[in-house]
Nanobody, 121 residues
Framework: VQLQASGGGLVQTGGSLRLSCAAS????????MGWFRQAPGKEREFVAA????????WTADSVKGRFTISRDNANNTVYLQMNSLKPEDTAVYYC???????????????WGQGTLFTVSS
């Protein structure tokens, strides 16, 4: 499966942004999906994940209550809605897919190219 993330840019503290990740190739609904981020000089970290049906989601404690992951299997897209943004949310955001159960680690099979957004203070 090929993944293409989009939606990055510049946003002010407290603002909102929605990232999208379009998938092509194999059957999208057969993949668990995740969002990860990597800030400069830091390791890639888990942000959010969603089950294949979309019925179950997981979010990291650092973004809980502010970020929401969702998916549209009919349109092969996963989203990350980000609200109440903080400067520490600045990072390159990656979407990822795996054929098994959801994981909150980086053990995903396929990765998008990443999209950068910056939260200005």
């Amino acid at each position: 499966v090929q993944l293409q993330a989009s939606g990055g840019g510049l946003v002010q503290t407290g603002g909102s942004l929605r990232l999208s990740c379009a998938a092509s190739g194999r059957i999208f609904s057969s993949y668990s999906m995740g969002w990860f981020r990597q800030a400069p000089g830091k390791e890639r970290e888990f942000v959010a994940a969603i089950s294949r049906s979309g019925a179950s989601t997981w979010t990291a404690d650092s973004v809980k209550g502010r970020f929401t992951i969702s998916r549209d299997n009919a349109n092969n897209t996963v989203y990350l809605q980000m609200n109440s943004l903080k400067p520490e949310d600045t990072a390159v955001y990656y979407c990822a897919a795996r054929s098994g159960m959801v994981l909150t680690t980086i053990a995903y099979d396929y990765w998008g190219q990443g999209t950068l957004f910056t939260v200005s203070s």
